[in-house]
């Protein structure tokens, strides 16, 4: 392994009795790196974290995370990793600040710490208050903020913007981006392809268990970009979309020069539209 | 195995904040205590005896407490979904169950030495070393049978739908076993009726430590403890 991999996964498959969950999962992600599961509900994303902390066995293939043989995972390497399901729980009779303070203790992280991390996630004017009392999104970012607490240098998200607003979203990404840039190795699963396009470095699609598609979000966007296109706007508001031809160029450089030109964008595919084009399924 | 004082005492400490917010998981003690007080105030004398009330209360707290304390805080992590918080925290199940099962002993415990003087049993007719031998085991029994209904729970409700007729039997049936000889037989194997026995000869001054006692109280504990591990070794904690 790489000295700089932190979780490697080769030919993972896991199935239930009869029905495959996955199917010869094989893929690597390295430190400071987030690494997006990009799939619709049911395509196994929940299953493969749980199999790579430690919560599940899998059926076949073999999985590290830290070094360490997920067959081999015990309490020990939870200090060291962080975990957010689209699940997990607070203790909502216990204020925001108990909430951590115990995990705080658990973890062996300075108390003055709480505050800070408080700070980072916007709760610490809320740190008093019942964890029962807070918002869907704020409850949220304090999970994350639990997740954190102990400067994990693995970080496993399970669809952690699912049905926040907007802004919370905003706060969400940011502080994803700010562990990444710290050295967090963030393993990211959404079936929000914006979420991915915007946050991860490396992204797999995942489709009934499988990966389908693998590579950088830009890379996955133009490898499927084979008609190239442009959609144009002109001054007399016409809209138009051209195919990549010699005429095509002509036109734009005229557009260009007659100053008749008001907005020029490329076609490539969104995520979704790689997706559907490679499964048949849409990303829901 | 390392088991990590830091987080037991961390364990601990949630238990107790989340048992003292938790009315569900304390009813049985405070009932414990207020069933004495009305028993005392509205039987007359020759019938509430010290040590029928005394009995009567550690019934309840000891027996209906210990098996709430044990399900019932283990059954609301799961349905808060915070226990698999909890065991990917770096906890073990052993300083979980550890961390769990103490502030649910040290809360009956306590009950137990405070009915004494509510019953109206004077504190020095107390074998105080049998006194709480006997009640700290078979709170410990009742917590563990807890602890067994809590792993086969996913809400406090199914803890208590299944807790229920095994509370009843074992709180009330020792209550009734003075009038019928063959439930007394019968009762005289079981921890609650043991724990009975023990309250009423120890107040007329005629109980002494018994190999039949102590080997009902071992027995019992043995095979709970037993039926816990069963249960956990084929389910987890929070096994979905």
């Known amino acids: ?59 076949g293939g073999n999985a590290s995370v830290l070094n360490t043989s997920v067959n081999k995972i015990n309490e020990n390497i939870y200090e060291q990793i962080g975990i957010v399901t689209h699940n997990s729980g607070l203790y909502d009779k216990l204020s925001v600040y108990k909430n951590l303070e115990i995990f705080a203790r658990l973890l062996n992280v300075n108390k003055s710490y709480i505050n800070e991390i408080l700070t980072r996630v916007g709760l610490f004017n809320d740190k008093n208050k019942k964890a029962g009392k807070l ?41 994803i981006t700010e562990l990444r840039d710290e050295g967090t190795a963030v393993f990211l699963t959404t079936h929000n392809m914006e979420e991915a396009d915007k946050l991860c470095d490396q992204l797999a699609l995942l489709n009934d ?28 508001n016409e809209e138009l979309t051209l ?3 010699v005429e095509t160029t002509q036109k734009i450089n005229w557009w260009m020069e007659s100053n008749e030109l008001v907005t020029i964008h490329s076609c490539e595919p969104t995520l979704e539209t790689v997706f559907l084009e490679v499964t048949g399924r849409e990303l829901v | 195995m390392n088991l990590s004082i830091r987080k037991i005492s961390a364990i601990f400490e949630l238990k107790i904040q989340s048992m003292f917010t938790n009315m569900s998981i304390m009813v049985a003690p405070i009932l414990s205590i207020g069933f004495v007080l009305l028993m005392k105030i509205a039987m007359p004398s020759a019938v509430a005896t010290g040590a029928y009330l005394l009995g009567m209360g550690l019934s309840f707290n000891n027996i209906m ?44 415990v ?12 004077p504190v020095g ?116």
């Open chain 1, 1 to 59: 392994m790489n000295q700089q991999t932190v979780i490697s996964v080769e030919h993972l498959s896991k199935h239930f009795k009869e029905q495959v969950a996955l199917k010869d999962l094989s893929f690597s992600i390295k430190r400071g790196e987030i690494f997006g599961f990009l799939g619709p509900s049911g395509a196994g994303k929940t299953t493969t974290i749980k199999i790579l902390t430690g919560q599940m066995k899998q059926s």
């Open chain 1, 135 to 175: 918002s869907q999104g704020m409850r949220q970012r304090l999970i994350l903020a639990r997740a954190v607490l102990h400067k994990p240098k693995v970080l496993f998200l399970d669809e952690p913007t699912s049905g926040l607003d907007p802004s919370t979203q905003i706060a969400i990404h940011k502080l």
């Open chain 1, 209 to 236: 268990g499988k990966i389908v598609e693998t590579g950088t979000p830009r890379e996955i966007r133009l490898n499927h970009n084979k008609k190239k296109r442009y959609k144009v706007l002109l001054k007399n």
């Open chain 1, 243 to 245: 195919s990549q031809s």
């Open chain 2, 65 to 108: 407490g210990g098996i709430m304390m044990g399900s019932y805080p283990l059954s609301e992590e799961k349905e808060k979904n915070t226990l698999r918080v909890l065991m990917t925290s770096s906890v073990s199940s052993v300083e979980f169950i550890i961390g769990s099962i103490l502030p649910s002993l040290l809360i009956t």
């Open chain 2, 110 to 121: 306590i009950i137990n030495i405070v009915l004494i003087p509510i019953a109206g049993v």
């Open chain 2, 125 to 240: 007719k107390i074998d105080w070393p049998i006194y709480l031998l006997y009640t700290t085991v078979t709170a410990l029994i009742s917590i563990i049978i807890g602890y067994v209904i809590g792993i086969y729970s996913n809400s406090q409700m199914q803890a208590g739908n299944l807790s229920m007729p095994i509370m009843l039997l074992f709180t009330l049936t020792p209550m009734f076993q003075s009038f019928n000889k063959t439930i007394e037989n019968i009762m005289s194997f079981t921890y609650p009726g043991m724990l009975n026995d023990f309250v009423l000869h120890s107040m007329t001054n005629n109980y002494n430590i018994n190999f039949k006692d102590v080997s009902v109280l071992v027995i019992w504990l043995i095979v709970c403890l037993g039926i816990f591990i069963y249960a956990y070794s084929k389910n987890g904690l929070d096994s979905e």
